[in-house]
Structures are given as structure tokens and as C-alpha cells.
């Protein structure tokens, strides 16, 4: 029989597994039972909505076999089985989720033993104990099974052969021991059932296993031998164990397989509900970095959805909100029943009482987060901030009391990060407003002109550099009654009544060169004024409208938006600098120049406030102009 070639990808995977030295090896044994464990499940899903499958669920087992003499291990499931073609296509090429990561961290040699570790391997696995892998398969409601066959990497056979019932039979042929490894232990009794409680005992399908026992004869004193089948897992799920005695490797290891994440979750957060509206218990992992697609229209939310520990849907969307969409995990709940549908579902009240429930569990325990663990909050905040932002931005910020305290700014203050509780604390008295600039990095904020002036003044600035921010600001509107304040927009709030005064009186008597300085710029600007708070600096734009220069570039970015919108700029000129007073002897005596000056004022206040210039080669004749 012509034999097949793996897919480059698995063959280096096989490989690796076939020469692999790493000291675990058996997990493999993990990896071929939640395997045979998915297949049932496959089938038992089935079962729900297709009345030809006729196992109830007490029929579904997965069973090993030993026989120590010919040095086999077997390990055989009724689950849905593969035909020929699955069998190909599953068994010769790695179908692992991880896999792309996986390769690339496979050039290093001396990263198996984390590959490995992080992964789990899946299928292939079986090689790192075995010589020659032999997969009997009959596909459910097929009429003829198949063997699929290899003894490593140089390739693989499919053929038919005879199997009585659908389901799929795995057998290993164990290598032989070495000076390092016992393989032998493998086809230990012992072995095998220590092994199945490590790592297995959560499998939701009796793991049975022909065990030999000793037994005094009936009518004698003499002992015999007998074999009996030995249920080896509790089949206790590790939501339903008593959490004290979960340990958080456990937990960890249930995330990281179940879930094929290669690094253990940031936060665990169980929740048991028992004689309120619903009864559930929930299981929950926040992740430890993003997946690839988070921050894209492919990822799905959703939980898992348990019926007294059997799954009846794989992703719940209705379980969570948009705002904890990172939230990974699964809800186990008697009260739904293991028959509904995911249309009645979707109107189902019990599953909208949990939902709720769980929302806030996850709110409060975020904020636990926050409170008891602040190194790792922020780790958790700059993966996955972005999405609380949205969350409080999303449906006209009804979420914003739920979200508010959990959110964290640059700020000022110091180099961290700061909650807007934090930053309320810190306001002196005499600060009425919280105040905030935004542009694209802390360091451009740092230096602004307003931002420099609040500084001198004791107030502190939230640095704004996500584009969402601004938005979730505006529709928070307030904090604690402190109402969201943009530094330029709000720089007057530094002047006393009389600067103010004093303030208005120059610009009133300025009004003609303003105008002029005004023309000079038609429509980029709305207006030309002096301001009594840039601190050292010349000139700077200020807002004015609902609109703000950070929100302008946020807007312009998006699709649709060809037209462009534009935020009312306003050139502020300091009151106090030297260059005040060259403008006004200008207007007098050189209007030509004036205009020039103007131009550059307005091109560097641009530059100082993140923007481009309007016309960079014009920017730079008039600076070639004035040397
Ligand atoms: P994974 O389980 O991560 O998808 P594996 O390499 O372990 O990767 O298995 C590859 C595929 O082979 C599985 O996704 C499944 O479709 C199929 N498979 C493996 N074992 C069985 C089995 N016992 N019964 C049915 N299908 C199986």
C-alpha cells in the first residue's frame, strides 16, 4: 500500500514528538482521552436534534485497554468516529488552534519542553511513547471503518477494515524502555489510573479500564484473580468541586487546554448561585493577553452553556456583555434544560437572570482586581482597557456606572497610571473640573502648552492617547459631579476675575489686528485671541464647539467620513510674550510681515498640538523667508 506524506507543518510537529526527551511524556494519555471525549460530544450533540442517533447518554464510554505482553495500549471511544476521509484529513494534518504559534517557536530545540508544556500537542503525542500508531475508526451511521497507520514520520497508510460498532479504537504499540524512560510503565495498571485522576478525572464520560483484583474464592480460602471494569474518573467536573480544594494549577491547566491558550489566565473568578432566580455556577477566566482577533469584528464572545455538567452550547453569546467580551469560560445551570434550542434560548429569562448576575460578578471582581492586585490590574488594563472604554462609550453610556471606577488614565500626576477616584482625590479645592488632553502619546501631552500652565497651576491633566477616549469622556460627561474638562478649551479656568477682566479689555482693544491675523488665515482657524495661561510659550490652538482636534483625527480616520469634519480651532496668542507686542507694532507699521508671523504662529501652534501642517512647503519658505 502506498504510503502518504504528512503536511510539512505536522511532520515537523510528528517529528519533534517521535524524538521528543521531554520528561512528561505522559501526557499523551491526556491528549488521546480528551480527544475521544470531544468525539462523544460531537455525537451526543448530535443526538439532540436528530432522532437517528439512538445512544442515550449512559451509553457513551471511553475505555482503555493493556495488554502487557505485546506491550499495547488502546484507548477506544463510541463517540462519532471519522470515515477515510476525516481520518486524512484530521490525522495528517495538525489541526490545533495554537499551531501557527506553535511553528514558529519550533525552530528553537530548546523550546520543546514549553511547546509542549503550553500547548498540549494533541494526537501526535501518542509518538512520544509509542513506535507504531494504529486508528480503527467507523464514522457513526457509516457501514464500513477504516485504519489509519504510522510508525512516524515518514508517512501514513488508510485502508478498510472490520469494525463492529461506530466509534473510534487508538492503539499504541509502547517503545521499548531505555536508560532514561521506562515506557514499560505505560501498561501498568497503576500507571493508568494515576494518571487518569491527574490529568483526566473531569472527563465527563466514564474512563473504564479492565482491572485485576483479587478475590477470596467462594467456598475456600484461597484468593483468585479476577478482572473487573473499573470506572477510573470521578467525572467530577472542576467546576462542581468544592473551589478550596482546587488548586490554581488546576484551575490554570482546565483554562489552558480547554480553552487552547498557551499562557495561564490573569484571573480566575468562580461564582455559585444557589437559591436565588437562578441556580448556576459559573467558571471564569480573564486571559492574560488578547487573542490575535480581539480587537476585530472576527472574534466571538460567549461562554460555554452547561446543563447539570453536559454542554449544550459552545459559544453563548447572550451570556455576556460586549464591555467583558474578553472573558472567557462557561456556566453550568440545572435550571436550563438540555434540549433548548438556541432560538429559545435568545428569550430565555433564566439565562437573561444570569447574565446580569455574572455582569456584575465580573464588575466586582475587576474591581477586587483593581484594589488588591494593582501590578497585575494594569497589566490586565493595557490588554484589555480599551474594551472597558468602549464599553462605557457603547449604548449612550448606560454602562457607566458599572465601568467607571475600573478605568485607568496617564495622567500628570506620575508616571502611572490613574483611576479618576485617584485623580479626584488629588484635586486641590480650589479645582473644579477634571481636566484632560489628548493627542497621540503621553510624551507629545507632556509638553503642551496648557498642560504645562495647569501643571504650574497644581492641577493635574488625564492624558487621553487612545482614540476612544475622548469619546467615553464626553459621554461620561462627569465623575462624582466633576464634570470632563479639555485643557484647551478650559484654560481660563487658571485666571483670576481680574486677569479675566484685564484679559478682555486687551482683547477688545486688539480687535482690528485679530481680525486682520483672522483673514490672514480664513477658514483655518474661528477666531484670534490672547490668552493669560501658556506659561512660557508663544502662541497654542484652543477648541471651541462640541467637537475636539483629537476627536477630528479620530473621525477623519474612520470610513465613510470622506468629507471630513473639522473642530473650530482657535489661535491663542500669550498675552504676556514679547510677541504680543511685536504683533501689535506689525499691524502698524508692517502688515506684509504681520501676515507672515501669523502664518507661522498658527503652522508651530499646529505642530505643538500633534496636528500636520495645512501646507508644510509654505511653513517652511516662510521660515527660509524670515533667515
Ligand atoms: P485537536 O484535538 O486539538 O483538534 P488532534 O491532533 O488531537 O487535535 O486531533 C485532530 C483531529 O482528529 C481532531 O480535531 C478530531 O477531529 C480528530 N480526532 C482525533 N481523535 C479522535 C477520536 N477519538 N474520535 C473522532 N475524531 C478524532
Redesign the pocket.
Known amino acids: 500500500m502506498a504510503k502518504k506524506q504528512f503536511k510539512t507543518e505536522s511532520k515537523r510537529i510528528l517529528d519533534l514528538m517521535v524524538n521528543s526527551i521531554y520528561t512528561h511524556k505522559e501526557i499523551f494519555l491526556r ?1 488521546l482521552i ?3 471525549s ?2 462523544i460530544d460531537k455525537l451526543y450533540f448530535r443526538s439532540l436534534t436528530d432522532s437517528s442517533v439512538t445512544l442515550t447518554r449512559d451509553d457513551y464510554e471511553i475505555r482503555i485497554g493493556l495488554d502487557k505482553d505485546n506491550r499495547i495500549l488502546t484507548v477506544s ?1 463510541n ?4 470515515n477515510a476521509e ?1 481520518l486524512e484529513k ?2 495528517g494534518t ?3 488552534s495554537g499551531s501557527l504559534d506553535f511553528k514558529s517557536s519550533i525552530e528553537d530545540k530548546d523550546n520543546e519542553i514549553d511547546i509542549i508544556g503550553q500547548f498540549g500537542v ?3 503525542s501518542a509518538f512520544m511513547v509509542s513506535d507504531r500508531v494504529s486508528v480503527v ?1 467507523k464514522a457513526y451511521g457509516d457501514d464500513t471503518a477504516n485504519e489509519w497507520v504510522s510508525t512516524g514520520a515518514d508517512g501514513y497508510t488508510v485502508h478498510p477494515c472490520e469494525k463492529e460498532s461506530a466509534g ?1 479504537v ?1 492503539t499504541l504499540h509502547i517503545k521499548e524502555d531505555t536508560d532514561d524512560v521506562k515506557y514499560s510503565e505505560f501498561l501498568d495498571e497503576w500507571k493508568i489510573r494515576e494518571l487518569v485522576r491527574k490529568y483526566s478525572d473531569y472527563v465527563r464520560y466514564p474512563i473504564k479500564m479492565l482491572v485485576s483484583h483479587s478475590r477470596k474464592k467462594e467456598d475456600s480460602n484461597e484468593y483468585e484473580t479476577v478482572m473487573e471494569d473499573e470506572t477510573l474518573n470521578s467525572m467530577i467536573p472542576i467546576w462542581k468541586r468544592d473551589p478550596s480544594e482546587v488548586t490554581d494549577e488546576e484551575y490554570a491547566s482546565f483554562y489552558t487546554e480547554k480553552y487552547y491558550d498557551f499562557e495561564k489566565p490573569i484571573k480566575v473568578i468562580r461564582q455559585k448561585a444557589e437559591g436565588t432566580a437562578a441556580e448556576y455556577i459559573a467558571l471564569l477566566f480573564v486571559p492574560s493577553h488578547a487573542p490575535y482577533d480581539y480587537y476585530s469584528k472576527e472574534y466571538e464572545k460567549g461562554l460555554q452553556l452547561y446543563s447539570s455538567g453536559v454542554m449544550i452550547m459552545d459559544k453563548c453569546k447572550d451570556l455576556i456583555p460586549d464591555h467583558f467580551s474578553f472573558v472567557r469560560g462557561l456556566v453550568d445551570s440545572s435550571d436550563l434544560s438540555l434540549n433548548i434550542s438556541r432560538e429559545m434560548l435568545q428569550e430565555d429569562r433564566q439565562l437573561k437572570v444570569i447574565a446580569k448576575a455574572l455582569e456584575k460578578k465580573i464588575a466586582n471582581e475587576l474591581q477586587k482586581f483593581l484594589n488588591e492586585d494593582r501590578e497585575n490590574y494594569e497589566k490586565f488594563f493595557k490588554v484589555f482597557g480599551t474594551q472597558l472604554k468602549y464599553g462605557v462609550y457603547s449604548d449612550y453610556g448606560i454602562h457607566k456606572d458599572l465601568l467607571q471606577d475600573l478605568l485607568m488614565f496617564s495622567s500628570s500626576f506620575e508616571d502611572n497610571l490613574t483611576t479618576l477616584k485617584e485623580y479626584v482625590s488629588r484635586m486641590p479645592e480650589s479645582q473644579k473640573k477634571i481636566y484632560y488632553a489628548s493627542g497621540e502619546s503621553v510624551d507629545q501631552l507632556k509638553l503642551l502648552p496648557q498642560v504645562e500652565a495647569m501643571k504650574n497651576h497644581g492641577y493635574e491633566v488625564l492624558f487621553l492617547t487612545e482614540d476612544i477616549d475622548e469619546f467615553a469622556l464626553q459621554i461620561m460627561r462627569n465623575y462624582q459631579e466633576k464634570e470632563f474638562a479639555n485643557v484647551s478649551e478650559n484654560s481660563d479656568d487658571l485666571s483670576s476675575d481680574e486677569e479675566k477682566k484685564a484679559l478682555e479689555e486687551e482683547n477688545s482693544k486688539c480687535a482690528d489686528l485679530f481680525q486682520f491675523m483672522k483673514d490672514t488665515l480664513s477658514d483655518a482657524v474661528t477666531q484670534v485671541r490672547f490668552t493669560n495661561n501658556l506659561g512660557s510659550h508663544a502662541a497654542s490652538l484652543a477648541n471651541e464647539g462640541p467637537l475636539s482636534m483629537g476627536m477630528e483625527k479620530v473621525l477623519n480616520r474612520m470610513p465613510g467620513m470622506e468629507e471630513g469634519v473639522k473642530a473650530q480651532l482657535v489661535l491663542e496668542i500669550n498675552k504676556d510674550h514679547a510677541v504680543a507686542d511685536k504683533l501689535k507694532e506689525l499691524y502698524g507699521s508692517d502688515q506684509v510681515k504681520l501676515a507672515d508671523y501669523t502664518k507661522l504662529l498658527y503652522g508651530s501652534a499646529r505642530l505643538v498640538s500633534g496636528l500636520s501642517l495645512d501646507n508644510p512647503t509654505e511653513f517652511n519658505d516662510l521660515i527660509s523667508k524670515l533667515m
Not at 79 to 82: A, E, L, N, Q, Y
Request: charged share 20%; glycine share 14%; aromatic share 8%.
Open positions: 491528549e480528551s480527544n475521544s470531544d468525539a471511544d463517540g462519532c468516529g471519522m476525516e484530521n490525522l495538525i489541526a490545533r494533541g494526537f501526535y475508526s473510534t487508538v
